[in-house]
């Protein structure tokens, strides 16, 4: 169909959850809750990696960047949620919905290629002790930092600009921020093709890490069962188990969101979904790095006493 046949509209209703006034209500009050939660335990995180020197090593710096990340991420869903629970609807132009839409799909890009670092982090550490400060020094830290933000900036490029150059014929979309499925259903064209290149693009980019984060696995476990002692694997393996809820509660989600069969967008159940990694994931992050590391705990400990010397002395 020509797109010359189909006007443009301006804004879209992001329609939100449909529910009652109490359960609104009380669904605005736990987001919100959570919500606070989420940026202060994030927060915090960026704080002790940057105060504590204990935890002044490449591991901590990619969690440091890790919750850096989530504070956008979370940000850049939720208000938009808050609002549709307050009010039942949001009226937002679309050029802020495409933007929302690159920006949203940019963060979740970015952490995926985060995350697959983060298991290279854990890889060297584990099988190339010897050499692993000199690999991980400072400056590749940066590096492999920076080339995850310009990847995932970059690969989000594709799904987001194809959105943009669809005509409209309908304004209301079925969830609570600008997303691909729900803004393709509202397009005047057939847009079969469109999807097919997101999955291409977004499934393989998801499969392709996630297939590195495993092999990268795959080394850890074979060098740990060649460790001596049971307490050494055990300790081996604590400082990969956070880091594996993490990336199951990630790709686990957003697979079957955006890979997933047809009937999971179909009956609506992909925007529960959504809250999982763009609500709860940056929210339990800090609670499964805090309360699952002996290292992060200490350095709440130290944190807690110099605080409490600086208030003594006050």
């Given amino acids: 169909m020509d797109h010359v046949n189909h006007t443009w509209t301006q804004n879209f209703i992001l329609a939100g959850f449909n529910s009652s006034g109490t359960i609104r209500f009380l669904a605005f009050v736990g987001t919100l809750c959570i919500y606070l939660l989420a940026l202060a335990g994030n927060l915090f995180i960026i704080f002790l990696v940057k105060t504590d020197s204990g935890l002044s090593t490449p591991m901590y710096f990619f969690i440091s960047v890790l919750s850096f990340l989530e504070l956008w991420y979370v ?52 099988c190339r002790p010897l050499h692993y400060h000199a690999l991980m020094s400072a400056q590749v830290q940066r590096w492999l930092a920076g080339a995850t933000w310009l990847a995932g900036f970059s690969s989000a490029l594709v799904p987001a600009s194809l959105t943009a150059t669809l005509p409209y014929c309908l304004r209301e979309v079925a969830h609570y921020f600008c997303d691909l499925a729900p803004l393709m259903q509202l397009a005047c064209v057939d847009t079969g093709w469109h999807a097919q290149v997101y999955i291409v693009v977004i499934g393989l980019i998801n499969t ?9 696995y795959g080394g850890i476990l074979k060098a740990v069962l ?8 055990a300790k081996a393996f604590s400082t990969c188990s956070s880091h594996i809820i993490v990336v199951t509660l990630f790709f686990g989600s957003a697979f079957i969101v955006y890979v997933g069969p047809p009937a999971v967008r179909a009956e609506g159940r992909d925007k529960l979904m959504s809250l999982v990694y763009t609500f ?11 309360l699952r590391n002996r290292e992060v705990k200490e350095a709440v400990k130290r944190t807690m006493q110099k605080f409490r010397g600086i208030l003594k002395k006050t």
Avoid: W
């Fill in 75 to 126: 940000s850049s869903t939720v208000p938009i949620l808050l609002h549709t629970l307050l009010h039942g609807s949001l009226s937002i132009l679309s050029t802020l919905c495409f933007t929302q839409l690159y920006f949203f799909h940019s963060l979740g890009m970015t952490e995926c290629f985060l995350l697959c670092v983060m298991a290279l982090d854990r890889y060297l550490a584990i």
């Fill in 208 to 216: 392709c890490n996630l297939l590195i984060i495993l092999g990268l």
């Fill in 226 to 233: 060649k460790l001596p002692s049971a307490a050494s694997r």
């Fill in 280 to 290: 709860l994931t940056p929210f339990l992050n800090p609670i499964i790095y805090t």
